[in-house]
């Protein structure tokens, strides 16, 4: 055979030989991103695609911060976010995301209320997304056996569990998607600010052992007043719990009381870190720091960004990412 023709060969080989897609890895991975008071988590699925859930803060981070740190993730696989969810429109879950995503391809939208609940100057961001956002009811659910169609996720099954829930309340926290992400024995959820109302509706929807979870999001950041009851302790039972709360911030978040409660199902040999939690009443709140707290309960206040990865198994890793020094 000519050098020629192997030449040719090999080049018609290079030509229509697949470019490789996506594999699956064998692990999620969870980032419960630090800004300040407010929230934003991202989730890395087994076939590399990406759901963002919220980027909003009510404490001045920085949005180069979070960008920075998101790009990071994003650029293991593609610069791309797959799925946003726009839990709902408080500022503090939102008014980071038109920065923060700024040239970043986004595949569709998730979100709760209308353009009028969202701040004025956030509005024609959301109108450039229209074609591709939904705006999920109150009526609607994913049946356990059924995950979510439209969310991808590889290997991983996506349930929107509740949203919109008393759509026409002035509170908007009750208006929160909540997630369950479910990787074969592994389940994480994630609540927004869901509130107890939220947690009635979904602990009527499905059943309680169903519900249970390794890793529980605090709704609401941790508050005391109106999220994580005891009935909704007691379903998820979390062998890990995050809350996405500013050190020290005026509202208490998140509570010793919501921290005590969840203590009762996590585990206690997690590797040692700081806590700091709130007892009392604003503005007269009492902060409690643990520097070698060993609960698996973790606050973005006190450990920065959090990462959970599991192989799908029910142990998963938990790492803390500070931001590296200004």
């Not at 800004?35 to 890395?44: A, F, H």
Request: hydrophobic residues 35%.
């Amino acid at each position: 055979m000519t050098t020629k023709i192997l030449s040719c060969l090999v080049l018609v080989l290079a030509i229509s030989w697949p470019t490789p897609a996506l594999t699956d890895d064998p692990r999620i991975e969870i980032h419960f991103i630090d800004v300040g008071q407010g929230d934003s988590t991202l989730v890395i699925c087994p076939n590399g695609k990406t759901i963002l859930v919220d980027a909003g803060s009510s404490s001045g981070r920085s949005f180069e911060l979070v960008r920075d740190y998101l790009i990071q993730q994003l650029d293991k696989h593609s610069r791309r976010v797959d799925t946003l969810i726009i839990t709902h429109p408080d500022i503090d879950h939102y008014n980071l995301l038109a920065d923060v995503l700024e040239d970043i391809p986004i595949g569709k939208i998730f979100m709760t209320g209308k353009k009028k609940d969202f701040m004025q100057s956030f509005r024609p961001w959301l109108t450039k997304y229209q074609a591709i956002t939904k705006v999920v009811a109150s009526t609607y659910f994913d049946n356990k056996d059924h995950p979510n169609p439209s969310i991808n996720c590889g290997q991983a099954r996506v349930h929107i569990l509740a949203a919109s829930i008393k759509p026409t309340s002035t509170v908007k926290n009750t208006w929160s998607i909540v997630l369950k992400i479910s990787y074969d024995k592994f389940d994480v959820i994630l609540t927004g600010d869901a509130t107890k109302d939220t947690e009635s509706v979904i602990l009527e929807r499905f059943p309680q052992e169903w519900l249970e979870s390794e890793v529980l999001k605090m709704g609401h950041h941790g508050s005391r007043v109106t999220s994580t009851g005891q009935p909704w302790s007691d379903a998820v039972k979390p062998k890990i719990a995050i809350a996405s709360a500013g050190e020290k911030n005026q509202y208490g978040h998140p509570s010793k009381e919501v921290i005590d409660r969840l203590a009762v199902y996590t585990k206690d040999d997690s590797a040692a870190h700081s806590m700091i939690s709130a007892t009392g009443k604003k503005p007269h709140y009492q902060w409690h720091e643990v520097d070698n707290f060993t609960e698996a309960i973790y606050s973005t206040a006190a450990s920065g960004n959090i990462v959970i990865t599991s192989d799908g198994g029910q142990d998963p890793e938990i790492a803390e990412v500070p931001y590296p020094e200004q």
